[in-house]
Nanobody, 124 residues
Framework: QVQLVESGGGLVQAGGSLRLSCAAS????????MGWFRQAPGKERDFVAG????????DYADSVKGRFAASRDNAKNTVYLQMNSLKPEDTAVYYC?????????????????WGQGTQVTVSS
């Protein structure tokens, strides 16, 4: 069982930056690849970024490539999402998720555990 808690969301102006954190419980964090997803009001939950078990492989949605960066610190059981050059269309609730495999996935159903989400609002 893995419990995930996101933090770091908030209100930021367009062009600004935020860093989201996702803290995981348990001693097996390094066995999970991690994903970041987001869901805007009235829209489906979409993949944003993923990172492999030991952080060697990352993957990004086209909409955030070059602006967002996923990283992890397995010693701290934490995964991060650095978000730069934020745009109003990045406004959403951001979720982290854990997948019991080496590599992350774009597919929501591939993930075993989810956090409760953190709100990110980007003003124009």
């Amino acid at each position: 069982q893995v419990q995930l808690v996101e933090s770091g969301g908030g209100l930021v102006q367009a062009g600004g930056s935020l860093r989201l954190s996702c803290a995981a419980s348990g001693r097996t964090f390094s066995t999970y690849s991690m994903g970041w997803f987001r869901q805007a009001p009235g829209k489906e939950r979409d993949f944003v970024a993923g990172i492999s078990r030991f952080g060697s492989v990352t993957d990004y949605a086209d909409s955030v490539k070059g602006r967002f960066a996923a990283s992890r610190d397995n010693a701290k059981n934490t995964v991060y999402l650095q978000m730069n050059s934020l745009k109003p269309e990045d406004t959403a609730v951001y979720y982290c998720a854990a997948k019991n495999s080496i590599y992350s996935s774009w597919q929501i159903n591939a993930y075993d555990y989810w956090g409760q989400g953190t709100q990110v609002t980007v003003s124009s």
